[in-house]
């Protein structure tokens, strides 16, 4: 008799069909049509939007109501949104992009804008003509939007960057706040030291920097260089990008920052795990808008500070993110219509405060001054104040520099943990982000 | 009995009738229950499949139309250190998870087979881990369990000893997807009961009347019949764990870090696809590691001739 009945042509067929199992599928090409002139008819049946964003959840909350504001003003027209965190949101954009079916109404940064606009999946909001008006906004905010001539985004608030410290904890340590208009990065690693040693593993002095492209625009501007040219070429140098990554490393060495391993677990956790929301690092690299989602998640007093050595034209205004719209969209006038009560209404801007930014449009921004908390005021007042050392704006950043978070958490990781010397990380680093943009 | 084995013996007793119209009669008709399969199977394996091969010849950015580039992408694989190096954490994972996951699988088995009493509760709770070990939620846990203020580091706690950030540190994070997978064992377990189930008692009641020892019996009866399924096994879970992608996307974040040492292959073909609109690039990658496993598993079969024993 046959003991096992497992044949030799069972287990090659099942070895078979596992093999062929595999994920080998994509998803095919689309054509992308043009939109022609104007933004056309607003229809009386019913309409369905979709919208999609990233962020927190307050800002979650906030847009959920901007949302249902709308739908109130507009009774036939339906908004369904969709949002996720950073990370996920460029990935599921991209897919649902390639599956021809992206949202109408997009959230966009300026790491990706010219990305999808140079792809054709943006609407050149230039077509919607009067339906959506741009005129309240200054003309650096609205060019900020532009892909070569074309309007392919419009910004929803302006942010710059900073450092948010935890009053508290300076205090705890017994360390004064630096006056950040003159303070030097000695005097940052000096500071930071002090209050690290005084925590001994309870806080640190500070958060690393190394995993998004803020903090190496403001080196890259302190050291008279520059990540970008307007040709949408690499030009950083090797130095520059070297010394970044040395003062880190130094800062890391003296206990200054948190260890490496602390620091990569907390980075992959978002705003709401990070050192400076669970009042575990004095200072923190931050865009000055994310100081009131900050604030909420710390529960203490939290203050915007100016990076060392950033005065005389160091500073530049970053858009904080845009609206955008798919040029696939089915309801040009809906949202057009949509898109002008985001950017232009005082009922969302009541609601939105500073969020998103400081509001772009400059009607709106001084007419939600009364409606703000303490802590929007300080993200306003920290904006002003820079005005004067603000200098030229950054170049656009070309298609495929999206790309480069990845390879700055990739090359901050390795040289945190020594596999790789600083000169060879920023060789790599520099080559890599060429080759992404080229593709 | 397998219904593969009953289907192939069924076969065979056919071949000497000359019924041939009834057989075609009966072809038609299996064709038409099959038609489902075969629609899914063109539908969702094959049309995709072909796709994608065309797409790995191409420049395709999932904005715009592909462009046609010959053997460019297979080429830029040669100089491309992370393929490189998710290459080698892939390798890294299949040999060491596999046979340390196959051997556990195994001494369960054999303990179980020793009629525990309450056999179907113990077999239920090691075969659970299997049913949830790539899903996302136990790789959000498993991020927890391994944190630096985590389950492990807690228990190391008790005994003085100072822990660390297991997922956080490019030496261990792959160690902790590595026993994560070990942890699910309990597939290849069930089908270990179930190969034991059908070696003959006799075997053992003559090895034990000629005096033969416990492990003497287990190394000449035990293993020599289990062969298949360990083959069988052996070789569904290489592929597996070639295709494990959910842990390390979920662990990392999405990244393979930290410094790409968890770069799973399949993770690095996702973010060349999805993150950096390099799907040509992504599909040409999909093929070769449809042409590894290919080779692995044609690699296993060839060697099996020399170990693998069949009792038919």
């Given at each position: 008799?046959?003991?096992?009945?497992?044949?030799?042509?069972a287990?090659?067929?099942?070895?078979?069909?596992a093999?062929?199992?595999?994920?080998?599928?994509?998803?095919?090409?689309?054509?992308?049509?043009?939109?022609?002139?104007?933004?056309?008819?607003?229809?009386?049946e019913?309409?369905?939007?979709?919208?999609?964003?990233?962020?927190?959840?307050?800002?979650?909350?906030?847009t959920?109501?901007?949302?249902?504001?709308f739908?109130?003003?507009?009774?036939?027209?339906?908004?369904?949104?969709s949002?996720?965190?950073?990370?996920?949101?460029?990935?599921?954009?991209?897919?649902?992009?390639?599956?021809?079916?992206?949202?109408?109404?997009?959230?966009?940064?300026?790491?990706?804008?010219?990305?999808?606009?140079d792809?054709?999946?943006?609407?050149?909001?230039?077509?919607?003509?009067?339906?959506?008006?741009?005129s309240?906004?200054?003309?650096?905010?609205?060019?900020?939007?532009?892909?070569?001539d074309?309007?392919?985004?419009?910004?929803?608030?302006?942010?710059?960057?900073?450092?948010?410290?935890?009053?508290?904890?300076?205090?705890?340590?017994?360390?004064?706040?630096?006056?950040?208009?003159?303070?030097?990065?000695?005097?940052?690693a000096?500071?930071?030291?002090?209050?690290?040693?005084?925590?001994?593993?309870?806080?640190?002095?500070?958060?690393?920097?190394?995993?998004?492209?803020g903090?190496?625009?403001?080196?890259?501007?302190?050291?008279?260089?520059?990540?970008?040219?307007?040709?949408?070429k690499?030009?950083?140098?090797?130095?520059?990008?070297?010394?970044?990554?040395?003062?880190?490393?130094?800062?890391?060495?003296?206990?200054?920052?948190?260890?490496?391993?602390?620091?990569?677990?907390?980075?992959?956790?978002?705003?709401?795990?990070?050192?400076?929301?669970?009042?575990?690092?004095?200072?923190?690299?931050?865009?000055n808008?994310?100081?009131?989602?900050?604030?909420?998640?710390?529960?203490?007093?939290?203050?915007?500070?100016?990076?060392?050595?950033?005065?005389?034209?160091?500073?530049?205004?970053?858009?904080?993110?845009?609206?955008?719209?798919?040029s696939?969209?089915q309801?040009?006038?809906?949202?057009?219509?949509?898109?002008?009560?985001?950017?232009?209404?005082?009922?969302?801007?009541?609601?939105?405060?500073?969020?998103?930014g400081?509001?772009?449009?400059?009607?709106?921004?001084?007419?939600?001054?009364?409606?703000l908390?303490?802590?929007?005021?300080?993200?306003?007042?920290?904006?002003?104040?820079?005005?004067?050392?603000?200098?030229?704006?950054?170049?656009?950043?070309?298609p495929?520099?999206?790309?480069?978070?990845?390879?700055?958490?990739?090359y901050?990781?390795?040289?945190?943990?020594?596999?790789?010397?600083?000169?060879?990380?920023?060789?790599?680093?520099?080559?890599?982000?060429?080759?992404?943009?080229?593709? | 009995?397998?219904?593969?084995?009953?289907?192939?013996?069924?076969?065979?007793?056919?071949?000497?009738?000359?019924?041939?119209?009834?057989?075609?009669?009966h072809?038609?008709?299996?064709?038409?229950?099959?038609?489902?399969?075969?629609?899914?199977?063109?539908?969702?394996t094959?049309?995709?499949?072909?796709?994608?091969?065309?797409?790995?010849?191409?420049?395709?950015?999932?904005?715009q139309?592909?462009?046609?580039?010959?053997?460019?992408?297979?080429?830029?694989?040669?100089?491309?250190?992370s393929?490189?190096?998710?290459?080698?954490?892939?390798?890294?994972?299949?040999?060491v998870?596999?046979?340390?996951?196959?051997?556990?699988?195994?001494?369960?088995?054999?303990?179980?087979?020793?009629?525990?009493?309450?056999l179907?509760?113990?077999?239920?709770?090691?075969?659970?881990?299997?049913l949830?070990?790539?899903?996302?939620?136990?790789?959000?846990?498993?991020?927890?369990?391994?944190?630096?203020?985590?389950?492990?580091?807690?228990f190391?706690?008790?005994?003085?000893?100072?822990?660390q950030?297991?997922?956080?540190?490019?030496?261990?994070?792959?160690?902790?997807?590595?026993?994560l997978?070990?942890?699910?064992?309990?597939?290849?377990?069930?089908?270990?009961?179930?190969?034991?189930?059908?070696?003959?008692?006799?075997?053992?009641?003559?090895?034990?009347?000629?005096?033969?020892?416990?492990?003497?019996?287990?190394?000449?009866?035990?293993?020599?019949?289990?062969?298949?399924?360990?083959?069988?096994?052996?070789?569904?879970?290489?592929?597996?764990?070639?295709?494990?992608?959910?842990?390390?996307?979920?662990?990392?974040?999405?990244?393979?870090?930290?410094?790409?040492?968890?770069?799973?292959?399949?993770?690095?073909?996702?973010?060349?696809?999805?993150?950096?609109?390099?799907?040509?690039?992504?599909?040409?990658?999909?093929?070769?590691?449809?042409?590894?496993?290919?080779?692995f598993?044609?690699?296993?079969?060839?060697?099996?001739?020399?170990?693998?024993?069949?009792?038919?």
């Amino acid at each position: 008799m046959s003991g096992v009945q497992f044949t030799r042509r069972a287990a090659g067929f099942m070895a078979f069909a596992a093999a062929s199992a595999l994920a080998l599928s994509a998803c095919g090409p689309s054509a992308t049509p043009q939109g022609s002139e104007g933004a056309g008819e607003l229809s009386s049946e019913p309409v369905t939007l979709t919208m999609t964003w990233w962020g927190n959840d307050t800002r979650q909350a906030n847009t959920q109501k901007i949302i249902d504001a709308f739908e109130k003003a507009h009774p036939n027209i339906n908004i369904e949104p969709s949002y996720s965190d950073w990370a996920g949101y460029w990935d599921k954009l991209a897919t649902e992009t390639a599956a021809n079916n992206t949202p109408d109404i997009i959230q966009m940064d300026a790491l990706y804008l010219s990305t999808y606009a140079d792809r054709g999946a943006l609407l050149d909001l230039s077509s919607l003509g009067d339906a959506l008006n741009t005129s309240d906004l200054p003309q650096a905010a609205v060019d900020s939007g532009k892909v070569g001539d074309s309007l392919y985004a419009v910004s929803a608030g302006l942010t710059a960057y900073s450092l948010v410290a935890n009053t508290s904890i300076f205090q705890q340590a017994g360390v004064e706040l630096p006056d950040d208009k003159t303070w030097t990065w000695k005097d940052f690693a000096e500071i930071t030291k002090k209050i690290s040693d005084s925590g001994a593993g309870k806080y640190y002095g500070a958060s690393a920097y190394g995993f998004e492209d803020g903090a190496l625009r403001m080196w890259a501007r302190q050291n008279g260089d520059q990540l970008f040219d307007k040709d949408g070429k690499v030009v950083i140098k090797q130095e520059t990008v070297k010394s970044w990554w040395d003062e880190l490393k130094k800062l890391t060495e003296t206990g200054s920052v948190a260890p490496a391993s602390t620091t990569i677990e907390k980075q992959s956790g978002g705003l709401s795990e990070s050192l400076s929301a669970t009042n575990q690092a004095a200072l923190g690299f931050w865009w000055n808008g994310q100081l009131t989602a900050l604030s909420k998640a710390s529960g203490q007093d939290l203050k915007l500070l100016r990076v060392p050595e950033s005065s005389g034209g160091k500073y530049w205004y970053k858009p904080s993110m845009f609206w955008s719209a798919s040029s696939r969209t089915q309801h040009k006038a809906e949202a057009a219509l949509f898109l002008d009560f985001l950017v232009n209404s005082q009922e969302a801007a009541d609601i939105q405060l500073t969020e998103r930014g400081v509001p772009a449009n400059e009607k709106i921004r001084t007419a939600i001054t009364p409606k703000l908390s303490e802590t929007d005021k300080a993200v306003v007042a920290f904006l002003d104040d820079l005005s004067g050392d603000v200098g030229e704006a950054e170049p656009v950043t070309p298609p495929g520099g999206s790309a480069i978070e990845a390879l700055l958490k990739k090359y901050t990781e390795q040289v945190l943990f020594d596999q790789v010397s600083t000169d060879k990380a920023a060789e790599g680093f520099i080559k890599d982000l060429s080759s992404e943009i080229q593709n | 009995m397998s219904a593969l084995g009953e289907l192939h013996s069924l076969t065979k007793r056919e071949k000497g009738q000359p019924k041939v119209k009834v057989k075609h009669r009966h072809n038609k008709a299996a064709y038409l229950f099959l038609l489902p399969w075969f629609l899914g199977l063109g539908i969702i394996t094959i049309g995709p499949m072909i796709s994608s091969l065309i797409l790995s010849f191409t420049k395709y950015n999932l904005l715009q139309a592909p462009k046609f580039i010959g053997f460019d992408n297979y080429i830029r694989m040669l100089s491309d250190e992370s393929l490189h190096q998710s290459l080698g954490v892939t390798f890294l994972y299949v040999f060491v998870s596999v046979p340390v996951q196959l051997g556990m699988a195994l001494a369960l088995a054999l303990l179980l087979d020793r009629g525990v009493r309450g056999l179907a509760f113990y077999r239920s709770v090691f075969y659970l881990p299997s049913l949830l070990g790539s899903s996302v939620a136990i790789a959000v846990l498993w991020k927890q369990v391994f944190g630096t203020e985590g389950l492990v580091n807690q228990f190391l706690a008790m005994f003085g000893i100072a822990g660390q950030g297991w997922i956080s540190s490019p030496q261990t994070a792959l160690g902790t997807l590595i026993i994560l997978n070990v942890w699910t064992f309990g597939a290849p377990m069930v089908i270990f009961l179930a190969g034991l189930r059908q070696i003959p008692t006799m075997y053992y009641e003559a090895a034990s009347t000629d005096g033969a020892s416990k492990f003497r019996q287990f190394r000449t009866i035990t293993l020599p019949l289990l062969t298949p399924i360990i083959f069988f096994n052996l070789v569904l879970q290489i592929i597996h764990a070639f295709q494990s992608f959910t842990q390390a996307f979920i662990v990392s974040g999405g990244s393979g870090g930290p410094a790409e040492s968890t770069l799973f292959y399949t993770l690095y073909l996702y973010i060349r696809g999805f993150s950096n609109f390099d799907m040509g690039y992504a599909s040409a990658m999909a093929w070769v590691l449809l042409l590894i496993i290919g080779a692995f598993t044609a690699i296993n079969f060839w060697a099996s001739k020399h170990w693998v024993f069949y009792d038919d």
